[in-house]
T-cell receptor, first 114, second 110 residues
């Protein structure tokens, strides 16, 4: 039982390049989330998916797109990377959408945009 | 002004000390209050969860919520070097969108 896995662990991009961050969970959770973590800013929600087939914007969605590929996988895409998107990105999942459930986090992807 | 304020620290204490970590918030609609622990270069993990006001105890950890003052606390008794980590408070109105504090870095020296 791997929990939440993220790939890649590290990535360096040049301004304007695109990339997709991958996330998968094996806990049969319905809800999945993408956060970014920056010094002095804490964790901020980018997008979330309450259930398979739905996605919603979080606090900082600009410059990102997401795809809930199936129940297990939730990807985050940067179409044209900017230095302001240099951050650590965390994926998380939780069991159900209509009651409080613990969010389980992946190990993170460290992204640097030059 | 941020919705959730948390002193970034670092907070340095000797082993065995009682640690007090705090967050204040401005949104009176928050109902769910959590503390996450994050070790260096790892993802956060849930430590404590409280619904509405009151206290909750789990081993050496006690979480307190005072909704009238918009203030939450995490107490760690008999702190250990293994408690050295960043502690993030988080809260939400509903079930989905958590709002996190910036985190307090705790260092417990042997």
């Amino acid at each position: 039982n791997a929990g939440v896995t993220q790939t890649p662990k590290f990535q360096v991009l040049k301004t304007g390049q695109s990339m997709t961050l991958q996330c998968a969970q094996d806990m049969n959770h319905n809800s999945m989330y993408w956060y970014r973590q920056d010094p002095g800013m804490g964790l901020r929600l980018i997008y979330y998916s309450a259930s398979e087939g739905t996605t919603d914007k979080g606090e900082v969605p600009n410059g990102y797109n997401v795809s809930r590929l199936n129940k297990r996988e939730f990807s985050l895409r940067l179409e044209s990377a900017a230095p302001s998107q240099t951050s650590v990105y965390f994926c998380a999942s939780s069991a159900v959408a209509d009651s409080y459930n613990e969010q389980f986090f992946g190990p993170g992807t460290r992204l640097t945009v030059l | 002004q941020k919705e959730v304020e948390q002193d970034p620290g670092p907070l340095s204490v000797p082993e065995g000390a009682i640690v007090s970590l705090n967050c204040t918030y401005s949104n009176s609609a928050f109902q769910y209050f959590m503390w996450y622990r994050q070790y260096s270069r790892k993802g956060p993990e849930l430590l404590m969860y409280t619904y509405s006001s009151g206290n909750k105890e789990d081993g050496r950890f006690t979480a307190q919520v005072d909704k009238s003052s918009k203030y939450i606390s995490l107490f760690i008794r008999d702190s250990q070097p293994s408690d050295s980590a960043t502690y993030l408070c988080a809260m939400s109105v509903g079930f989905q969108k958590l709002v996190f504090g910036t985190g307090t870095r705790l260092l417990v020296s042997p």
